[in-house]
């Protein structure tokens, strides 16, 4: 009975594992909703006549759970995750996608089958080594995603229409001169502070919590110290090396490819770079950003830092707030123009300018990674077995395709084991965080610990250890959670109670000399009273570093003052630091004054800020006029 339940949830939905379906909704949005949708009433919504099934809504419901897994990396389990999806909010967005769909069709709107195989092309689930590869496009496409390749098709051009008809309500956003000088007004207004901050790591020296405090701490908190849910694990793999028998290579071509990897190592040793982009669009030109860019160039030949400018003007959000940090990266991690460019590079240099479909940018090279080469009597017999390895691929995939059905068909190891000439492997105290061997991989594990081993024990599908091994594994027992011994966590209850207790003191301190500075309003007695030292900022931006981020926001919460007042206010510094802070002067932005990668940037703000609020405006048009029949439960 369990063997034919199985075989029902090889369709479609079994099909598709967690990670697989992470990765199909972060490429396709809210398109994946249609992928897995069917159409058998009753559904879960009626949007003008288009039924939402409760199928298609339990399959966005488990996307959702699974982007949410793989974007904590297991950190919480299965149970919390469920508890954190918002099902009402993914219904929500289902409903907004088939208006947006709905609406592109009455404007008789069409997607151009180039779009739709640049796409496919673009897609790295279609590709092997790097490359789209059609085999793989033909079997992965109804395999994983449960579509006919004519389905598929149609479901992302119509996906490409609902996208397009996005992004033309979002380019039609203007905003008005007004609205641009008052964004320059309070958006680039400066403060001028100072503070006292009571560092609570100053209080830490003295502070030592007693073994009563401890237990009290520990018993109080028991939940926390819980240790995570272990398996043990039986498992059999096979490799390429098990199909390279009767194969070989010549010394030649050894040879040769050893030349080649060495001279490849030494012309693509990675590289560390920061970058500065100012991006080209519908509202502005590549002229326009290259004039920008230039700007901004001059002034780190003038003296600016890279990182400072990166972080104040770069409109790459993935990295300029590190400074535009690109950290290493070898060849094939970014555009051609982009690559070439920064491996002509010296250390230390900063690039013209350069055009990219992104923009235009700015790229420093700081590093070049020192390479280790290989000595050739070390790398001989590496070579051979790689290039055997090679050959045997066919022979591999063809065992991976066997190994999947055998282990598909039985309920135990054994019979796979005996197939494949294997012996059965086991590894205790596994957990979603901790491996060893072939279960160090988070990955790998996350593969195996799916519910289909873990509830129904079933045997694993075939899970890739590294393009040249592969495992099937099933759960042998299951350990729940256990209280972790005091002694086993005495250490980071001490450091969390004096932790507590610095906060505490220095809180104190500081709501006394706070007291009694709005009683004296003696400046230099109160520091000097309490051994701290005012800390002065002047002309202070929104996105001022100087000043910890939490005193910075502060200053900026308070009305603007009269000339000559001040604000004196209590609040929390950074970590568990406590900061009395006093802002003394506002000066309002003055749009003439900015430079003009100033000016740009408060531009490209409000273009967000319009585009945003636009959009939500013509979604809520669109529900307005729908008939939208709602089925979500009202208990959920």
């Known amino acids: 009975m369990l063997q034919r339940l199985r075989v029902r949830a090889q369709t479609t939905g079994a099909k598709i594992i967690f990670g697989l379906i992470a990765f199909v909704l972060v490429v396709f949005g809210f398109g994946a909703f249609n992928l897995f949708a069917t159409f ?330 020192e390479v280790d080469l290989a000595l050739l009597e070390i790398r001989f017999e590496e070579i051979r077995q790689e290039m055997l390895e090679d050959l045997a691929t066919p022979d591999y995939e063809e065992a991976l395709r066997e190994l999947d059905s055998v282990a598909n068909q039985h309920e135990t190891l054994e019979p796979v084991a005996e197939t494949f000439g294997k012996e059965i492997q086991t590894q205790a105290g596994v957990t979603r965080s901790i491996g060893e061997g072939v279960l160090v991989d988070y990955d790998v594990r996350n593969d195996v610990l799916v519910p289909d081993v873990l509830e129904n024990g079933f045997n694993s599908r075939v899970v890739s250890v590294d393009e040249r091994q592969a495992l099937v594994a099933r759960m042998v027992s299951r350990t729940p959670p256990e209280l972790k011994p005091l002694e086993n966590v005495r250490v980071q209850i001490r450091a969390i109670l004096r932790r507590e207790e610095a906060e505490r003191r220095a809180e104190r301190d500081r709501d006394a000399a706070y007291a009694q500075l709005l009683e004296t309003e003696d400046f230099n007695q109160v520091a000097s009273d309490f051994g701290v030292e005012w800390i002065t900022e002047d002309r202070l931006t929104r996105r001022g570093q100087g000043v910890p981020f939490r005193v910075r926001d502060e200053a900026f919460k308070i009305n603007v003052l009269e000339e000559g007042d001040r604000k004196i206010l209590d609040v929390d510094g950074s970590a568990n630091d406590k900061v009395i802070l006093v802002v003394t002067g506002v000066r309002a932005g003055i749009w003439d004054e900015l430079t003009q990668v100033d000016q740009q940037g408060i531009r490209n703000d409000l273009e967000t800020s319009h585009e945003n609020r636009d959009v939500r405006t013509f979604v809520k048009a669109l529900r307005n006029n729908a008939r939208i029949k709602n089925n979500f439960p009202t208990d959920s």
Not at 45 to 53: M, P
Not at 132 to 140: K, Y
Not at 174 to 189: I, K, N, P
């Open 40 to 369: 058998s009433p009753p559904g879960i919504a009626v949007v003008n006549g288009y039924n939402i099934s409760n199928v298609a809504f339990a399959r966005a419901l488990q996307n959702e759970k699974a982007v949410l897994f793989q974007r904590y990396n297991g950190e919480y389990d299965l149970e919390t995750i469920e508890e954190m999806v918002n099902s009402r909010a993914v219904l929500d967005r289902m409903i907004e996608h088939v208006l947006y769909q709905q609406k592109a069709d009455d404007l008789g709107m069409v997607s151009s089958r180039q779009h739709y195989l640049d796409t496919i092309y673009s897609n790295p689930l279609f590709h092997v080594d790097g490359v789209f590869d059609q085999d793989a496009f033909i079997d992965r496409v109804p395999r994983y995603l449960g579509y006919s390749l004519q389905g598929y098709e149609e479901e992302l051009r119509k996906d490409h229409i609902v996208e397009a008809l996005w992004n033309l309500q979002r380019h039609t956003s203007f905003y008005t001169e007004r609205e641009l000088m008052d964004a320059a007004r309070v958006g680039r207004q400066t403060r001028d502070i100072a503070y006292l901050l009571f560092d609570a790591n100053s209080y830490l020296g003295d502070i030592e919590p007693t073994e009563e405090e401890i237990s009290a701490y520990y018993e109080e908190n028991s939940h926390e110290y819980m240790s995570d849910e272990s398996f043990e694990l039986s498992f059999i793999t096979i490799s390429k090396a098990d199909y390279t028998d009767g194969l070989e290579v010549s010394e030649e071509e050894i040879l040769e490819a050893f030349e080649t990897e060495q001279r490849l190592a030494q012309e693509n040793a990675q590289r560390k770079a920061q970058h500065i982009l100012i991006k080209v669009d519908e509202t502005r030109t590549e002229e326009k950003a290259m004039e920008i860019i230039q700007d901004i160039r001059q002034k780190i030949v003038d003296g600016e830092s890279f990182g400072g400018m990166a972080a104040e003007y770069s409109e790459d959000d993935s990295n300029a707030v590190f400074g535009g940090d690109l950290d290493f990266a070898g060849r094939g991690k970014f555009v051609p123009e982009f690559e070439d460019v920064l491996f002509s590079l010296e250390v230390g240099e900063i690039s013209d300018p350069v055009v990219t479909q992104f923009g235009v940018h700015l790229i420093k090279l700081n590093e070049i990674q």
